[in-house]
C-alpha cells in the first residue's frame, strides 16, 4: 500500500519568508499528487494537483509544487508566504488507476505565520 | 470543482444512542463517495468508500456494523455511527471525486459523545 510522509510537522515563518514543505511517497507505479489546505475552523480546499506532464505545478494564492520522480517527493513552496497561509497543509496521493480511487494523506504540517 | 455538504455540522449524543450524517453532492451525481475520520490536530484516515447503489467498501480495522453507510441516491450518502461511545467522538468528513482523480471535500460533522 502506498504511504506518504511529510516530515515537518510544525512550521513557523514570518511574513514574508519562502516556504518549503516536503512530501515524499512510497508506491512504485504511477500516481496523482495533491496539497490541500486547511484553514482555521474551515474544511479541506485543493491548493493544486499533479496528474501528468509538467512536474512544476501552479496552484492557487501563489503555491506551487515540484514533482521529482526519482526522488518520490512532491514539495509545496512558496516564495512570500501572508499571514493568511497559516493553515494545516496536506499532502496526498491516489494511484492512477483511472477510476475513483483512494486518497491517503501524509499526517500534515501546521504552518504558522507570524507577522 | 464540486460542492459538498453535510449535516449537521455539529451533533452531541448520548453514549449508547445511534446518529446519523448525510453527506449531499449538491453540483453534479456522485457514484463514489468517501468517508473519513479526523481526529484532532491529525490527518485524515479513509473509512470507508460509498458507493451508490451498492455495498460500501471498508477499510481495514473499520467496524462496518458500527458505521453504517447508505448511499442510496447520487446526491446523497449517510453514515450512521451505531451504538456510539465517547471514543467514537470525532470529525467526520465525506468527499466526492468528479474527475476520478482530485476529491472534494466537505464541511465536516463534529460528533461528541457523552
Known amino acids: 500500500a502506498q504511504s506518504v510522509s511529510q516530515h515537518n510537522h510544525h512550521v513557523i515563518l514570518s511574513e514574508a519568508a519562502s516556504l518549503e514543505l516536503g512530501c515524499n511517497y512510497s508506491?512504485?507505479?504511477?500516481?496523482?499528487l495533491f496539497w490541500y489546505v486547511q484553514y482555521p475552523g474551515q474544511h479541506l480546499q485543493l491548493l493544486l494537483k499533479y496528474f501528468s506532464g509538467d512536474p512544476l505545478v501552479k496552484g492557487i494564492k501563489g503555491f506551487e509544487a515540484e514533482f521529482i520522480k526519482s526522488k518520490f517527493s512532491f514539495n509545496l513552496r512558496k516564495p512570500s508566504v501572508q499571514w493568511s497561509d497559516t493553515a494545516e497543509y496536506f499532502c496526498a496521493v491516489t494511484i492512477n488507476t483511472g477510476t475513483a480511487s483512494k486518497l491517503t494523506f501524509g499526517t500534515g504540517t501546521r504552518l504558522q505565520v507570524t507577522l | 470543482g464540486a460542492v459538498v455538504s453535510q449535516h449537521p455540522s455539529w451533533v452531541i449524543c448520548k453514549s449508547g444512542t445511534s446518529v446519523k450524517i448525510e453527506c449531499r453532492s449538491l453540483d453534479f451525481q456522485a457514484t463514489t463517495m468517501f468517508w473519513y475520520r479526523q481526529f484532532p490536530k491529525q490527518s485524515l484516515m479513509l473509512m470507508a468508500t460509498?458507493?451508490?447503489?451498492?455495498?460500501?467498501?471498508?477499510e481495514q480495522g473499520v467496524e462496518k456494523d458500527k458505521f453504517l453507510i447508505n448511499h442510496a441516491s447520487l446526491t446523497l450518502s449517510t453514515l450512521t455511527v451505531t451504538s456510539a461511545h465517547p471514543e467514537d467522538s470525532s470529525f467526520y468528513i465525506c468527499?466526492?471525486?468528479?474527475?476520478?482523480?482530485?476529491?472534494?471535500f466537505g464541511p465536516g460533522t463534529r460528533l461528541t459523545v457523552t
Open positions: 468527499s466526492v471525486t468528479p474527475n476520478k482523480g482530485e476529491q472534494y
Open positions: 508506491y512504485g507505479g504511477t500516481v496523482n
Open positions: 460509498s458507493n451508490e447503489g451498492s455495498k460500501a467498501t471498508y
